[in-house]
């Protein structure tokens, strides 16, 4: 897609080292700027999800939202991490509420 953070970085496939090896995330522009303030400061911090440690890599470009019609995360991960926050299947999606309740700054 060739698309560039707006911050930090995206993955890399030298992240992965198996499941539950990628503990990161990469935040959506907007929702760095409604929750994080615009505050640049958030790259390399950690945050906990489902109290499980992730470090912000990076924030995508405004307007940003994947490649999924009808679905706009706050943030993206590595799927070899989907098991530590309780999500089974490639299937599962995530209401904007369920996924508000499961931070724990």
């Known amino acids: ?9 995206f993955f890399h496939s030298s992240d992965e080292h198996g499941p539950n ?13 409604s929750r994080f303030h615009d505050d640049r400061g958030v790259v390399g911090r950690q ?3 489902d109290k499980h440690p992730f470090t912000i ?14 679905l706009t995360p706050d943030f ?4 070899v991490n989907q098991e530590q926050l309780g ?9 904007e509420h369920t996924v508000l309740s499961r931070w724990d700054i």
């Not at 897609?1 to 930090?8: D, F, K």
């Not at 890599?57 to 009808?70: A, N």
């Not at 993206?76 to 799927?79: E, G, K, R």
């Not at 999500?87 to 209401?95: A, F, G």
């Open 1 to 9: 897609m060739r698309i560039q953070p707006y911050l930090g970085r």
């Open 21 to 33: 090896s990628a503990p990161y995330i990469v935040l959506t522009y907007a929702y760095w700027h």
């Open 57 to 70: 890599l990076g924030v995508t470009p405004p307007g940003f939202q994947g490649t999924l019609l009808f």
């Open 87 to 95: 999500t089974e299947s490639l299937n599962t999606r995530w209401t």
């Open 47 to 49: 945050v906990r999800l």
């Open 76 to 79: 993206f991960m590595p799927i």
